[in-house]
């Protein structure tokens, strides 16, 4: 054996050289090893920081979102009203943080500035140590219409993190929204046609113009051709739906294009109870030239304004038996009245005007025309002078004509069928009245 090959097999008892290797080349393994396993551990830390902290985003940003979908669900119950909106959300959503982190009481919001709103109508809430912004009324992504049926809650949370920080990440904000709307139409009901079948049930023609501001049309027929405008008529509303079709001839316009195959919305007021004949006073019909005032009570026979009478109605219940109508240069005032048409129609002819604000508190608050159910006389209104009606006109079995100019304000218009023809232009600001219902099916999240 060889001095080369006895120097290859020795070992040392310390096992610092091997089969002849060199001392130089295992320490170098050995200091190689060290570093591997430093970086190693190194790497794992980094991996279980992450992992814990990103848990914890994790987690609140779930509990953010069961708080804010939670809220928005509560303040669409509350829409259109946007003050009580915001009040329910934001109590709804003290309540879950309250319970939460097991608060004796749920914090109070406490009004803030906000550092980023979505909109002019955004209110910002501090609750506990979360920033809460609340909008309503409220337009998502690609919808130009902000609706008051809408509702956006968006919660944003500073998180403190723990490992991460030996990376140069103390906190991280975390945040989470919601939109929610109340159920049915986005906007408040202007016109229902409540009609399930027949065609033409909401007909323009001619130069008519009919607009619902800040609220939606409503046409239940299941017809092709349910609504129908010809000519050069416009129709204009915040949103249009019909469970039928719709058709236009003509320069018709017809804005926005109607939502077609909807659900038929039930009759909003089909709970309304007709008023009670007990305690009132009975009048006659009669016929009026000169001034004169009328007092609530039931009217047997026609109520006919002629010439240039001037008649004012005291507030009250007018029980209709026979009719009303106002022709000539008539005028016919009143404040607080509901006019119940239980026989015959209303009309207004030539000249004659109608100024009419509806009671505002009781059972018809709201409400300043509604015929019975039993009563399919039409509603019709021609004469040339502007209508400036106040409240809701309930028609649940009769046409309503309109062949004059027309301004309704804070109301709502329900009814069997709908012609407006000829030159008028008819206005509705529309509000719902306290009687209303059926308009919605509850609230729904939207995504």
Same mark, same amino acid.
């Given at each position: 054996?060889?001095?080369?090959?006895?120097?290859?097999?020795?070992?040392? *008892?310390?096992?610092?050289?091997?089969?002849?290797?060199?001392?130089?080349?295992?320490?170098?393994?050995?200091?190689?090893?060290?570093?591997? +396993?430093?970086?190693?551990?190194?790497?794992?830390?980094?991996?279980?920081?992450?992992?814990?902290?990103?848990?914890?985003?994790?987690?609140?940003?779930?509990?953010?979102?069961?708080?804010?979908?939670?809220?928005?669900?509560?303040?669409?119950?509350? &829409?259109?009203?946007?003050?009580?909106?915001?009040?329910?959300?934001?109590?709804?959503?003290?309540?879950?943080?309250?319970?939460?982190?097991?608060?004796?009481?749920?914090?109070?919001?406490?009004?803030?500035?906000?550092?980023?709103?979505?909109?002019?109508?955004?209110? $910002?809430?501090?609750?506990?140590?979360?920033?809460? *912004?609340?909008?309503?009324?409220?337009?998502?992504?690609?919808?130009?219409?902000?609706?008051?049926?809408?509702?956006?809650?968006?919660? $944003?949370?500073?998180?403190?993190?723990?490992?991460?920080?030996?990376?140069?990440?103390?906190?991280?904000?975390? $945040?989470?929204?919601?939109?929610?709307?109340?159920? /049915?139409?986005?906007?408040?009901?202007?016109?229902? +046609?409540?009609? =399930?079948? @027949?065609?033409?049930?909401?007909?323009?023609?001619?130069?008519?113009?009919?607009?619902?501001?800040?609220?939606?049309?409503?046409?239940? %027929?299941?017809?092709?051709?349910?609504?129908?405008?010809?000519?050069?008529?416009?129709?204009?509303?915040?949103?249009?739906?019909?469970?039928?079709?719709?058709?236009?001839?003509?320069?018709?316009?017809?804005?926005?294009?109607?939502?077609?195959?909807?659900?038929?919305?039930?009759?909003?007021?089909?709970? &309304?109870?007709?008023?009670?004949?007990?305690?009132?006073?009975?009048?006659?019909?009669?016929?009026?030239?000169?001034?004169?005032?009328?007092?609530?009570?039931?009217?047997? /026979?026609?109520?006919?304004?002629?010439?240039?009478?001037?008649?004012?109605?005291?507030?009250? !219940?007018?029980?209709?038996?026979?009719?009303?109508?106002? %022709?000539?240069?008539?005028?016919?005032? =009143?404040?607080?009245?509901? &006019?119940? +048409?239980? @026989? @015959?129609?209303?009309?207004?002819?030539?000249?004659?005007?109608?100024?009419?604000?509806?009671?505002?508190? @009781? !059972?018809?608050?709201?409400?300043?025309?509604?015929?019975?159910?039993?009563?399919?006389?039409?509603?019709?209104?021609? =004469?040339?002078?502007?209508?400036?009606?106040?409240?809701?006109?309930?028609?649940?079995?009769?046409?309503?004509?309109?062949?004059?100019?027309?301004?309704? !304000?804070?109301?709502?218009?329900?009814?069997?069928?709908?012609?407006?023809?000829?030159?008028?232009?008819?206005?509705?600001?529309?509000?719902?009245?306290?009687?209303?219902?059926? =308009?919605?099916?509850?609230?729904?999240?939207?995504?």
């Amino acid at each position: 054996m060889t001095d080369v090959t006895q120097r290859r097999r020795a070992t040392r *008892q310390d096992g610092s050289a091997l089969e002849g290797c060199p001392m130089p080349f295992i320490a170098y393994r050995r200091g190689s090893t060290v570093v591997f +396993v430093s970086l190693s551990l190194f790497v794992l830390l980094g991996a279980a920081a992450f992992a814990v902290d990103w848990g914890l985003i994790t987690f609140t940003k779930h509990q953010l979102q069961n708080f804010v979908d939670a809220a928005a669900l509560a303040g669409a119950q509350e &829409l259109p009203d946007a003050n009580n909106a915001r009040q329910k959300a934001t109590e709804n959503y003290a309540r879950n943080y309250a319970n939460n982190f097991n608060l004796a009481s749920p914090p109070t919001p406490q009004p803030i500035s906000c550092t980023d709103p979505i909109s002019s109508a955004t209110v $910002c809430y501090r609750i506990g140590t979360d920033e809460v *912004q609340v909008t309503t009324p409220y337009a998502p992504s690609g919808d130009p219409t902000p609706s008051p049926n809408r509702i956006h809650v968006r919660a $944003c949370r500073q998180v403190n993190l723990f490992f991460a920080r030996l990376l140069g990440m103390a906190s991280r904000r975390v $945040c989470a929204e919601a939109a929610a709307r109340k159920g /049915g139409a986005r906007f408040p009901r202007g016109l229902v +046609v409540l009609d =399930g079948s @027949g065609s033409h049930a909401l007909f323009l023609q001619g130069n008519a113009r009919f607009t619902v501001i800040n609220g939606s049309i409503i046409v239940d %027929s299941n017809a092709p051709d349910a609504i129908f405008a010809q000519g050069s008529a416009t129709l204009n509303a915040s949103e249009i739906l019909v469970t039928g079709n719709f058709r236009t001839q003509g320069n018709a316009l017809i804005t926005p294009t109607p939502q077609t195959g909807q659900p038929p919305v039930p009759d909003p007021l089909a709970n &309304l109870p007709p008023p009670s004949t007990t305690g009132l006073p009975v009048f006659p019909g009669r016929t009026i030239h000169g001034d004169a005032t009328l007092y609530p009570g039931v009217y047997t /026979g026609l109520v006919k304004l002629q010439g240039n009478s001037f008649v004012t109605m005291q507030p009250g !219940t007018y029980i209709f038996q026979g009719g009303l109508l106002v %022709s000539g240069n008539s005028q016919l005032m =009143g404040n607080g009245v509901m &006019l119940y +048409v239980e @026989g @015959g129609r209303i009309e207004v002819q030539g000249n004659g005007q109608m100024r009419l604000t509806p009671p505002t508190s @009781g !059972t018809y608050a709201g409400i300043t025309i509604f015929y019975a159910r039993t009563n399919s006389n039409p509603l019709w209104l021609s =004469g040339n002078a502007v209508q400036n009606l106040q409240g809701t006109v309930y028609l649940p079995r009769s046409l309503l004509h309109l062949q004059g100019n027309a301004n309704l !304000t804070q109301g709502m218009i329900v009814t069997w069928r709908a012609e407006i023809i000829g030159n008028p232009t008819v206005t509705i600001q529309a509000q719902e009245p306290p009687a209303a219902t059926g =308009g919605d099916t509850g609230s729904a999240l939207e995504g």
